[in-house]
């Protein structure tokens, strides 16, 4: 009997961040990058708090972590949404409390009864003459965070000179006003999970699991069905593809054929093995606006924002990854209607929403298992990146199925990371 050859052990080094296709996994384990990322990512990106119609009077508001911080949204008597650190000047008690509240025109911090105006000013300190001359109210307002409303949703950002939100938007801001179009919240739901925020970000952006892993749900569904991968600059990213629900490969190809006057041929297996001639991959980019408003579409905004939009808008569900800890995330759903449907719409809507991706919903069952297991496998030292390569090749676009919208995201997170301005592949020009 030949003894087993022994297999070389491999260093902690090995594939370090050589490649676009290759993440570091201790960039998930690392508290040193865990506290880099809330100075470097979070501290200058946006972050969604909520939408305007849970701002719907004056005095509204609506709390939130960013970087770890307590921040507010607060809608004043005078009707404008602004954003302060929910923190108190005096000794740092927050000051609009809960979740969300209302609150009109000022509010009295809950310790030693200071008092600021909705637009943050310090307006009222008991017994003042105690503190002589020691205690210029103008400089202890409320500190203002910065607030962007676009398409009826409210973000907020740390850094006073964070990018405009339009132009931080980039190509999205066209498709996240289409989105959003005519719509309202209708739901929220929201669960804690002991794992890294970036592998529930980057399962959000992973089409390739889903036939595994929402297996049940793909068997449901008739198998899956081919789509698009794209990036949009400034390095958000977006997956289109045909709606469920009676989906048929062979009819999608016929009616795109009919459509562009091209014969065309798609299949699963095409899709997946990448075989598409030059012609079928030129069909397929100029299917894609078809497919963004009448198809599913998946749309992340770096960071850990993401929409997703089924079938005209069947639904819509919003969801936000935000970090508490190295290894403990916070995801928010929300969940949107459109304005003026009727009840039972509604209710569909949100039955749909806590069937699927709900906290017990199926398809968050299964990505919460799968992203739990994996921080847990992370911690081993056998292997120092993780693979994301599937599908590489130049340019903007790419497969449903590949690893693309992935490889945007960590590229991007390189950027913010090395502090150094991110470069787009070539090969998409955007209308
Ligand atoms: S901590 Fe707010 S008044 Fe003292
Ligand atoms: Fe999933």
Known sequence: ????????????????????????????????????????????????????????????????????????????IDGVVRGFHNACTHRGVEVLLGAKGTCPGSVKCMYHAWTFSDKGDLTGVPFPRAYGEGLDKSEYGLTPVKVAEFAGLVFAAIDPAVENFEDYLGEAARYLREFMDGTEVIGRARWDYPGNWKLWTDNFRDNYHPQFLHRMIADGRGGMQPGRNY?????????????????????????????????????????????????????????????????????????????????????????????????????????????????????????????????????????????????????????????????????????????????CFHKLWNSYIDEEPIVLEKGFVHE
């Open 1 to 76: 009997m030949t003894a087993q050859a022994e297999r070389p052990t491999p260093s902690l080094d090995r594939h370090a961040r050589t490649s676009p296709m290759l993440v570091p996994r201790r960039n998930y384990t690392d508290p040193g990058l865990f506290e880099e990322e809330r100075v470097k990512i979070f501290r200058r990106t946006w972050q969604l708090i909520c939408h305007t119609s849970e701002l719907p009077e004056a005095g509204s508001y609506r709390t939130a972590r960013i970087a770890g911080e307590p921040v507010a949204v607060w809608r004043g």
């Open 231 to 407: 990036e949009l600059a400034s390095g958000h990213s977006m997956l289109t593809f045909p709606a469920y629900g009676g989906f048929n490969i062979e009819k999608y190809a016929a009616g795109l054929s009919a459509e562009l006057g091209e014969n065309l041929t798609l299949t699963v297996e095409d899709s997946a093995s990448r075989g598409h001639t030059a012609q079928e991959q030129e069909a397929r980019l100029a299917a894609w606006e078809r497919d963004v408003r009448h198809g599913n579409t998946i749309f992340a905004v770096f960071p850990n924002f993401d929409l997703q939009y089924d079938a005209d808008g069947s639904s819509i569900f919003l969801e936000v990854a935000t970090p508490l800890g190295l290894d403990s995330t916070v995801v928010e759903l929300i969940i949107m209607g459109k304005v003026g449907e009727s009840a039972a719409e509604r209710k569909r809507r949100l039955e749909t929403g806590a069937d699927s991706q709900g906290s017990w919903g199926k398809i968050t069952a299964d990505d919460l298992e799968a992203s739990v297991r994996a921080q847990s496998g992370l911690q081993g030292t056998s292997l120092a990146t993780s693979h994301m390569g599937r599908g590489l090749k130049p340019g903007r676009v790419g497969d449903k199925f590949d690893e693309y919208s992935l490889r």
